[in-house]
């Protein structure tokens, strides 16, 4: 993963530049280390300046996945930070690149060199349970480090519990560094029914109690004697239902 480019790239070298005589010197000299990293799917340069007599104004690479360099791609390399992020690159795939340092006067060029570009793709695997209680959206495959954002989402009647590694929150963002298998527990949602008679002395209920979404009760209105059972506040007028 990400020291398998830096393993195969750490060098040294020097380049020469012929400079004019008000320069620093006829002659000189500029050694740096560059380092290759990945970052998810994106390369990382990092040029680290070990000795310079001489002003150096741009410092460029440049890339081709052809050994004859040919259809080349060129990237500054900002001497503030001395590093840059490449991205679009293809996975699994030979490079072959070289630097470019300039001042005012001259350029010179380093040997072309090559490095093997890889990242790793990992999978995350996403469930709902149970499947009745909702949906989770954001799997798939995705590179060494890449941030995904992952959602669970209930269907009515149910509400979002938690996923199976503790975390509470319905949307959130993980960072892949492995494969990784997520389950959105939902939890179905349990209502009140609360039944009285009117006049209380008319007749008794029965039925009231805790019921889970969508599940069936039969409510009954009994009248007393010398009552009718007249109609629920609802407007029904079945003395039982369900």
């Keep these: 993963m990400k020291t398998i480019i830096?393993?195969?790239?750490?060098?040294?070298f020097i380049l020469f530049f012929s400079c004019e005589e008000d320069e620093l010197l006829e002659e000189a000299s500029f050694r740096m280390n560059e380092v290759f990293d990945v970052d998810g799917e994106d390369l990382v340069v990092s040029v680290e300046q070990m000795r310079c007599n001489v002003k150096v104004r741009y410092i460029t690479l440049v890339m081709s996945s052809r050994s004859d360099m040919k259809n080349p791609m060129s990237y500054d390399i900002p001497l503030e930070?001395?590093?840059t992020v490449i991205s679009g690159l293809e996975n699994h795939t030979t490079y072959y690149y070289y630097f470019k340092l300039s001042n005012y006067n001259d350029s010179a060029s380093t040997d072309v060199r090559s490095f093997y570009f890889s990242y790793v793709n990992y999978t995350l695997t996403l469930?709902?349970?149970?499947s009745t209680g909702g949906t989770v959206s954001g799997g798939g495959i995705f590179a060494y480090k890449k941030s995904v954002t992952i959602k669970a989402t209930p269907y009515t009647g149910y509400s979002f519990n938690k996923?199976?590694?503790?975390?509470?929150?319905?949307?959130?963002t993980i960072s892949m560094t492995s494969n990784r298998t997520?389950?959105?527990y939902f939890?179905?949602?349990?209502?009140?029914l609360t039944l009285s008679a009117f006049p209380s002395n008319g007749g008794s209920v029965t039925g009231e109690g805790t019921y889970e979404y969508n599940k069936s009760a039969t409510i009954k209105a009994t009248p007393s004697s010398g009552y009718s059972f007249s109609k629920w506040s609802d407007g029904n007028t079945s003395a039982s239902r369900t």
């Design 182 to 184: 997520l389950i959105a």
């Design 127 to 130: 469930s709902a349970s149970p």
């Design 163 to 172: 996923w199976s590694d503790g975390n509470t929150d319905a949307i959130r």
């Design 187 to 192: 939890t179905v949602n349990s209502y009140k």
């Design 6 to 12: 830096k393993l195969l790239s750490i060098f040294s």
């Design 81 to 83: 930070n001395l590093n």
